[in-house]
């Protein structure tokens, strides 16, 4: 099972439109999707994938000298080697032995996982959309980026509106909350729905102490990313009931088995298309406490890249049985979506929050600095009627001058 070649092919796989209302201001270069096929000198081919701009682990530069005429068997192991070179050697040897992948990573203890659909900050209305998008998608959940320049309060009350009232809730503060003081204030008011399932890293994973105050005091599980704090820290301070788990196979069966002995639950994180869907499948399939629903982000593009649709029912896909991972790339999409860059740019903006009593802010940074700029500037926590719009570039000399405005870490408040 030698490896006699490697090849790597980029796309531009565009976000559904909805989605793109908001992406394209954020993380437009999670468009792009790096194809990995793998060729053995038994004339089997393995196909995996990466998001270069998200994953993981990137495919280094030097790939080829590094695996072809090596023994692909002895390299399934190898993190280093990138996401989509992984999964391609899984999905090959798996072919050339006639069994599904999930058996070369340990034994199955379930035949279906369970995933969850993905949402960035939006306001209330894009929000609900996306939710009953979900349902329609045969989804059960849907973790949501909350972020503290939305009125929360009116987001989830639209969600569950349209929603059945099992459909369940997951909510990234990505570390915007702050502190355990702001934390514990908001996170109390949320406790009234009881389709919020879960909050993933409230204020900054360091913060031991204001993450064990917050966890004490609010009543709903606390998930925070493995290994930050220390995951001995994290286990003898008790600070979180369960972990956001995404690495390569051999690190992640590490973590899961410490996850299995302390009884703690996990949700996979392996952003990608229908290959890397399925990939966490398979993985979910042998990992006990891989319970929570697994986040692939694989409803933000329009293709999954596959010949058949990953089909949910109830909130599940079944673990393939075929050989190897057991999809077939879409070989027209390859075509359609094949691209020669590697990254996409958003364009030009500012962002607008407002308030009811009429104040405004504008922003000249980016929806990731955003992160640390608004909390840093004492604003309000998900305050009642307020919400964040971008303003886009329409060559007009208000918006020269708004942007200039903003520039250099400057804001620009006003009443308007």
């Known amino acids: 099972m030698k490896i006699t070649d490697i090849e790597l092919t980029y796309l531009d796989v565009p976000f559904t439109p ?124 849907s973790k949501l980026k909350a972020r503290t320049w939305y009125d929360l309060h009116a987001a989830i009350q639209a969600i569950i509106e349209d929603v059945p009232p099992q459909f369940k809730l997951d909510l990234d503060f990505n570390a915007t909350l702050a502190n355990a003081a702001n934390a514990v204030d908001f996170l109390k008011t949320l406790e009234r729905y009881e389709q919020i399932a879960m909050i993933e890293t409230p204020i900054p994973q360091d913060d031991v102490a204001g993450n064990k105050q917050i966890r004490q005091r609010i009543n709903r599980p606390i998930a925070m990313h493995y290994g930050s ?71 933000i593009w329009e293709s999954e890249l596959i010949t058949e649709k990953i089909e949910l029912r109830g909130g599940f896909h079944r673990v393939p049985e075929t050989p190897g991972i057991g999809v077939e790339v879409d070989q027209t999409a390859m075509k359609k979506y094949s691209v020669d860059y590697t990254f996409v740019e958003p364009p030009r903006h500012v962002y607008r929050y407002s308030r009811l009593n009429s104040e405004v802010t504008y922003y000249g940074c980016s929806k990731q600095e955003l992160h640390s700029v608004y909390p840093e500037d004492a604003m309000p926590i998900c305050e009642t009627g307020s919400t964040l719009e971008v303003v886009s570039d329409d060559g007009s000399k208000t918006f020269k001058e708004l942007y200039g405005a903003v520039q250099d870490g400057s804001t620009l408040r006003r009443v308007e």
């Open 18 to 141: 909805h989605t793109n209302e908001h992406m394209q201001y954020w993380l437009p270069h999670w468009r792009i999707v790096q194809i990995c096929k793998i060729t053995l000198d038994n004339g089997v081919t393995g196909w995996g994938e990466t998001i270069p701009n998200y994953t993981w682990a990137t495919v280094p530069d030097d790939i080829a000298d590094r695996v072809v005429g090596r023994e692909a068997g002895g390299l399934l192991w190898e993190d280093s080697l990138g996401a989509g070179v992984q999964i391609a050697l899984f999905d090959a040897v798996g072919k050339t032995l006639n069994i599904p992948a999930y058996l070369l990573l340990g034994t199955k203890i379930r035949d279906w996982c369970p995933l969850s659909w993905w949402g960035m900050d939006m306001p209330p209305a894009d929000w609900a959309q996306q939710c009953k998008d979900a349902v329609k998608q045969g989804y059960m959940s």
């Open 229 to 299: 704090p220390p995951i001995l820290t994290t286990l003898h301070e008790d600070v979180a009931d369960g972990f956001v788990v995404c690495a390569g196979a051999y690190r992640l069966l590490k973590q899961a088995t410490v996850c299995e002995e302390a009884n703690k639950p996990f949700w996979l994180q392996m952003v990608g298309t229908g290959i890397t869907t399925t990939w966490a499948a398979h993985l979910g399939a042998v990992c006990v406490q891989a319970k929570w629903p697994a986040i692939t982000c694989m409803n």
